[in-house]
């Protein structure tokens, strides 16, 4: 394990980003906030995306794929997402399109697929015009280098729906909590979710004391799991939370080892829990960020 | 104490009398830190990792740091505390600049008593001017002590330095440390203090100072110590010694939440100390009305151990409408989006000031606290106070120690924005009020809203 004293090596080829004058700083949701601690010359939190890349063998790909959206739609409009599989061990993507007013003629499911067309193929379609607020497009190192089929998400209200083709399925319900004056409706939710037993399952392992301490929680469920999200924690927070779910070493020491280069951001995490000889056991992790 | 101010206790207390709390010595209290050692081992020792490690505060560093009198302003007590200080040879001397200080009518030392039942030590530690002894008193007999403190022979020689503080006439109060090994020795540790007289019986519930993630399996569930704190809680009262509780859920305390007081005095400590301080949270903290300054929930580490006692817990809630003091109201959230910054940060703003006791349009040093706003791109909050038309601005920082700065409490620096000449002692002045209510609450690790 490295020294938090000095920085972990990289597996990325690419320059590490740093933040300028004219950065902006967003949660998973799009929302904005201040860093919370100088930002200038700091890192920005598209590094982690890449290190992922580099470590799961698709840096030039994925940064290709960066590259396009970067271009096609400016900076700071577009979410990332990294997710762990916790039982293959294995990393995806997902990258996040918002539109909540519906506002930007340049943000549509088409015209990013247009984007993304040159370094991935993109699935889904949709049917008809549909009042969507966000839309995603799921990556895997098989859709950065083989050219395998990537469907995408449409997120309407507070459900999503995959979408393959033209066709929609059911994939999600979801709601946002304060996480301090709506914690009873957290507790609600969590109770009620059918891979959460309350007489065996604790809570804290599913919502520890450093995820609690977060802006807001989102609890959700699929059609597989259950799920909770948790906006905008701070880097100690993030680096207990990779290191908690078993994320690669390498990942991990990135931010533990650089938490001053790292400590202006804000991160959202989720798990995903599925109960597994009946315990809510974590089947997926995520961290987001934006660039 | 007035027997005016008794009163009988309700349900759950059968016909004990209340008596009023203990002063609250932190709020009027100095500690000095130094003699980071210690003759005994025990088990849930809150400064670990501070012994054979910190400096500790050399009698030359006290002596310069209280050439600024704002320090000593409302320090009616200097506490002397370590490691174990008993073991420096220069308390003496400590404790003799303590008392030449203006104002100082007390000078505590915070001990295992064990070196005291050598009375001709004790007494040129008397003679030196400490009249003060907090004496901590884990287990009510030898092997549990001895088990928890991790060497043979200590209990008997903290009860002979009980008996010689008696014996000389020095006020004595005590400390228990709740943990899994003693929680449910708590009334029988009072039984043993009994015959001594202390002024006051504190039980402070385990707290994790460097067991962040819960390593030592030390803390006690608050479900399982409840019955035997209460009980001892009752047995003191009933046995006239007003008792102190510490870190222990307020909602848990019924008729004696009154004695709850996570207070801490403001210290001369090494700023490494406070990177390890434990943090707090409770589920409920968000819709319960003692949360914050009345009640700071659970460690950590606790909810690491047993997990967040959310079935355990009760929210006291405030009637439909009210807020607590201060408080922003909260609009209807969206399901699908973030309801928006300005709310949010003007909420986190008005919980933040709420926990030291602060609110917009209260009066500091004459000047109305007019607003607050968070910095743009830099972790700052500003403070912006008004009267007649003169306006100053504190502002608050994370607490660094390479920062030049005005002033600090445990978790902030604090420095005023520019005044003109003649606004400057004025802005000192509030500069140094805010500080001191702040810090009254302020016992570390506290962040800045947002």
Redesign the interface.
């Known amino acids: 394990m490295a020294n938090a004293a000095d920085p972990a090596p990289r597996r990325a080829l690419a320059p590490l980003e740093t933040c300028g004058p004219d950065d902006r700083f967003h949660d998973y949701i799009l929302g904005e906030y201040e860093p919370i601690a100088p930002a200038l010359g700091k890192l920005r939190s598209l590094n982690l995306l890449v290190e992922s890349f580099a470590i799961a063998g698709v840096e030039r790909e994925g940064l290709a794929l960066l590259s396009a959206v970067r271009g096609g739609l400016g900076p700071f409009r577009t979410i990332w997402g990294i997710k762990r599989h916790h039982a293959r061990g294995e990393l995806g993507w997902e990258l996040y399109f918002y539109d909540f007013q519906r506002a930007h003629a340049d943000l549509s499911i088409d015209s990013v697929t247009a984007i993304l067309a040159p370094h991935l193929r993109v699935s889904g379609r949709e049917p008809r015009p549909l009042p969507w607020h966000m839309f995603s497009v799921e990556l895997s190192p098989a859709g950065l280098l083989e050219g395998a089929p990537s469907a995408i998400d449409i997120y309407i209200d507070m459900r999503s729906y995959k979408c393959d083709g033209a066709g929609l399925a059911f994939e999600n319900v979801y709601t946002f909590h304060d996480a301090r004056t709506e914690i009873e409706e957290v507790l609600h939710r969590v109770r009620s979710c059918v891979h959460f037993d309350p007489s065996r399952d604790q809570l804290h392992r599913l919502m520890p004391p450093h995820l609690f301490n977060c802006h807001r929680i989102c609890v959700a469920n699929k059609r597989h799991a259950d799920a909770m999200y948790f906006s905008r924690i701070p880097t100690p927070a993030l680096a207990r939370f990779l290191r908690d779910q078993q994320w690669p070493t390498a990942l991990a020491d990135f931010v533990r080892t650089r938490t001053d280069q790292l400590g202006h951001l804000l991160w959202d995490v989720g798990i995903d829990f599925r109960a597994i000889e009946g315990h809510a056991t974590t089947v997926k992790s995520g961290v987001y960020g934006s660039f | 104490m007035a027997a005016s101010e008794s009163q009988s206790l309700p349900q759950g207390g059968g016909d004990v009398r209340l008596l009023p709390p203990a002063p609250p010595w932190p709020g009027e209290s100095l500690m000095v830190t130094f003699a980071f050692r210690c003759n005994i081992a025990c088990t849930f020792c809150m400064v670990e990792d501070a012994l054979n490690v910190l400096p500790g505060t050399s009698l030359e560093a006290f002596k310069r740091a209280v050439e600024d009198r704002s320090l000593l302003q409302g320090v009616s007590r200097i506490i002397f505390s370590g490691g174990e200080v008993t073991l420096a040879k220069e308390l003496p001397a400590y404790a003799a600049f303590a008392r030449s200080l203006p104002g100082i009518r007390h000078v505590r030392i915070q001990t295992n008593a064990t070196r005291l039942g050598d009375r001709r030590a004790l007494r040129t530690l008397m003679d030196a001017g400490i009249d003060e002894f907090f004496v901590s008193f884990h287990a009510p007999e030898a092997a549990l002590y001895d088990q928890l403190a991790q060497r043979e022979g200590s209990f008997e020689s903290i009860l002979a330095g009980l008996e010689s503080i008696v014996a000389e006439g020095g006020s004595l109060s005590t400390n228990t440390a709740i943990v899994a090994a003693n929680h449910d020795r708590l009334e029988a540790i009072v039984e043993r203090l009994l015959p001594f007289r202390p002024q006051s019986v504190e039980f402070w519930n385990y707290w994790p100072r460097g067991d962040e993630e819960a390593q030592r399996q030390m803390s006690a569930r608050v479900g399982d110590v409840r019955p035997h704190l209460l009980g001892a809680l009752r047995l003191a009262l009933e046995n006239g010694i007003p008792p102190v509780v510490k870190w222990f859920p307020r909602c848990l305390l019924g008729p004696f939440a009154r004695y709850l007081d996570d207070a801490q005095p403001k210290a001369l400590i090494d700023d490494g100390y406070w990177t390890r301080e434990p ?1 707090y ?1 409770c ?5 319960c009305a003692d949360a914050g300054g009345a009640c700071s929930g659970l460690s ?1 580490s606790y ?2 151990q047993h ?2 006692e ?1 079935t355990l817990l009760s929210p006291r809630k405030l009637p439909a409408g009210a807020s607590r003091a201060n408080e922003a109201r ?1 609009e209807t ?6 309801a928006g ?1 300005k709310r ?1 940060h003007a909420a986190a703003v008005a919980a933040w000031l709420a926990q030291f006791g602060l609110a917009p349009g209260m009066d500091i040093e004459g000047f109305r606290l007019q607003g607050a706003a ?6 700052m909050l500003a403070l912006q106070f008004e009267q007649g038309g003169e306006r100053i601005e504190v502002r608050l920082y ?1 607490r660094d120690p390479r920062r030049a700065v005005f002033t600090r409490t445990a978790s902030y620096d604090m420095v005023y924005a520019r005044v003109a000449p003649a606004l400057e002692r004025t802005a000192q002045r509030l500069a140094e009020a805010l500080a001191r209510t702040i810090a009254a609450q302020d016992r570390g690790g506290r962040s ?1 809203p ?1």
């Open positions: 943090a949270s589920i409920y903290e968000g819709i950590h909810v690491e997990g967040w959310e909260v959230r969206s399901l699908v989006k973030d910054e949010t968070l910095g743009r791109g830099v972790a994370p800045l947002g």
